[in-house]
C-alpha cells in the first residue's frame, strides 16, 4: 500500500533558491501550457499534447529545473484538462496560476535520486546536490514513490514523501469487547461514557491559549494599514499562528480518536447535524470546535483498525432521556444544562446522561451483533432502548448487517 509522510525541512538559502525557481517554473510551464490548449480549444483545433521540453529552448531557465518536476505538470494538467471537459459541472475550468496559490511541486524517485537519511536527519533530492536538513519525528520503511515540497504562507517548508509499503500497521486489532458513548459539546469537548463511568475531555489549554492569540492579532492586523511594513509582519506572524493552531487541533484530535478506537469495539457519536443546530446557538463560545474532523478522524482509525462507529439520528432524544429509568423529558430546552428527572430523581448533567444513552445503546448493538440480530431495530421515542442509527462503518467481526437507517414502523 502507499502511505504519505509529512516532515518538516530546513533549506539553507541556497536550497531554498532553487526551490523558488522550481515553483516558478512549475507555475510557468503549467501557464504557458495551459495557454496553448485554450487558445486551441478557442480555434477548434485539436486541443495538442505538449510536453515541457517544448520550452527549454526559447526559456533557458528551465533547464536547470528538475525535469520530473516539469514532466509532473504536464501530468496534472492534462488530467485537470481531461476531467473539465468530460465533466465540467463537477470539476471547473484548469485555472491560470499565481505567484499567491500555494507553492509546491513534486518529483519522482526516477534512479533512487530521492534519498531520506535517518542518521543524520537530511533529505536528498534530484538536482541538489546538498542534503535538506529535515525533521524526521517518525520512521518509515518501503521504497519512496515521490516527494512533494511544498511552502507555507507563513514561510515554512515541508516535504510529503510518498512510500510504497509492506509493513501495514494499518491492519485489523484484536477485537475489543469495550463500548463507549461520546457526547460532542461546546465548551467541554467531548464528554464520555464507559464502563468505567463518565469522564469530560476538555479543549488543551495549550489550544485555547492559542486561538486566543490567534484573534488578537486578526484584531491587531485590521487596525494597520494595509501594505505596509508593520502589516506585513503581522500578517506573516498571523499566517504562522493559524499553522500553529490547526496542527496542535490536529494532533489533539488524533490522539484523542486513536486512544478511542485503541480501547473500544463500538463507538457511539451523535449525528453531527444534531449538533449544527445546537452549535448556531451557542457558537460564540468557542470558534471552530473541530467535531468534523474528529469524526472523520474516528471513522477512518475504525476502518483501518475493525471497530464500528455508530452514528445516532437526530430523532433519537439522546439528551432528552433519562439514563436511569428512560423517562422522556420532552420540554427539555436547548439551555439546560443540567436536570433532575421527575419520574427517578436521578439528577443529570445534561452532556454526561447523554453520553450514558450513547454508551448504552453502543452495549446493546454489540450484544446483538454478536447475537446475530443487530438487524432488529426500534426507533428512539417508542422504544426502551432503540435508536435510530446509521451506521458509518461496519468492522469485519459483525457479519450480521450492513445496511440501515432505522425508521419508527
Ligand atoms: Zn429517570
Known amino acids: 500500500m502507499l502511505k504519505a509522510y509529512r516532515y518538516r525541512i530546513y533549506p539553507n538559502k541556497k536550497q531554498k533558491e532553487f526551490f523558488a525557481k522550481t515553483f516558478g517554473s512549475c507555475r510557468f510551464v503549467w501557464n504557458k501550457m495551459l495557454e496553448e490548449k485554450l487558445k486551441a480549444l478557442e480555434n477548434k483545433e485539436k486541443i495538442p499534447r505538449i510536453t515541457p521540453a517544448k520550452y527549454k529552448e526559447e526559456y533557458q531557465f528551465l533547464k536547470e529545473i528538475d525535469s520530473l518536476a516539469l514532466a509532473n505538470v504536464q501530468l496534472n494538467l492534462e488530467k485537470a484538462f481531461k476531467n473539465w471537459l468530460k465533466n465540467p459541472k463537477h470539476f ?3 485555472k491560470f496560476k499565481k505567484k499567491k496559490d500555494k507553492q509546491s511541486y513534486t518529483t519522482n524517485n526516477q534512479g533512487n535520486t530521492i534519498k531520506v537519511d535517518f542518521q543524520n536527519n537530511l533529505l536528498y533530492l534530484p538536482k541538489i546536490k546538498q542534503g535538506i536538513k529535515i525533521k524526521l519525528h517518525r520512521k518509515f520503511e518501503g521504497k519512496i514513490k515521490s516527494a512533494t515540497i511544498s511552502k507555507t ?5 515541508y516535504v510529503s514523501i510518498l512510500v510504497e509499503t509492506q509493513n501495514n500497521d494499518n491492519k485489523p486489532k484484536e477485537p475489543q469487547n469495550k463500548v463507549c458513548g461520546i457526547d460532542l459539546g461546546v465548551k467541554t469537548f467531548a464528554t464520555i461514557t464507559n ?4 469522564y469530560k475531555v476538555e479543549h488543551p489549554k495549550y489550544l485555547l491559549k492559542a486561538e486566543k492569540r490567534l484573534k488578537r492579532l486578526q484584531k491587531q492586523l485590521s487596525r494597520k494599514q494595509k501594505g505596509s511594513k508593520n502589516w506585513e509582519k ?10 500553529y493552531v490547526a496542527n496542535a487541533r490536529k494532533d489533539f484530535l488524533h490522539k484523542l480518536s486513536k486512544a478511542i478506537i485503541d480501547e473500544n469495539q463500538v463507538v457511539v457519536v451523535e449525528d453531527l447535524s444534531v449538533k449544527g443546530l445546537i452549535k448556531s446557538f451557542l457558537s460564540k463560545h468557542v470558534s471552530d470546535s473541530g467535531w468534523g474532523m474528529f469524526l472523520s478522524y474516528l471513522e477512518y482509525k475504525a476502518r483501518w483498525y475493525g471497530r464500528t462507529i455508530l452514528t445516532v439520528d437526530r430523532f433519537y432524544p439522546s439528551s432528552k432521556r433519562c439514563s436511569h429509568c428512560g423517562y422522556i423529558y420532552s420540554d427539555m430546552d436547548l439551555s439546560v444544562r443540567e436536570w433532575t428527572c ?9 452532556d454526561e446522561n447523554a453520553s450514558k444513552n450513547l454508551y448504552r445503546y453502543g452495549l446493546d448493538y454489540l ?6 440480530t443487530a438487524r432488529i431495530q426500534a426507533c428512539g421515542e417508542c422504544s426502551d432502548s432503540g435508536m435510530v442509527i446509521t451506521p458509518v462503518y461496519e468492522s469485519s467481526f459483525n457479519e450480521a448487517g450492513s445496511s440501515y437507517l432505522y425508521k419508527c414502523g
Open 234 to 243: 503581522l500578517r506573516k506572524l498571523l499566517a504562522r499562528q493559524h499553522e
Open 367 to 372: 450484544r446483538k451483533s454478536r447475537e446475530g
Open 153 to 157: 504562507t507563513s514561510g515554512n517548508y
Open 92 to 94: 471547473g475550468k484548469p
Open 195 to 198: 464502563d468505567k463511568g463518565s
Open 342 to 350: 421527575p419520574i427517578c430523581k436521578t439528577y443529570h448533567d445534561r
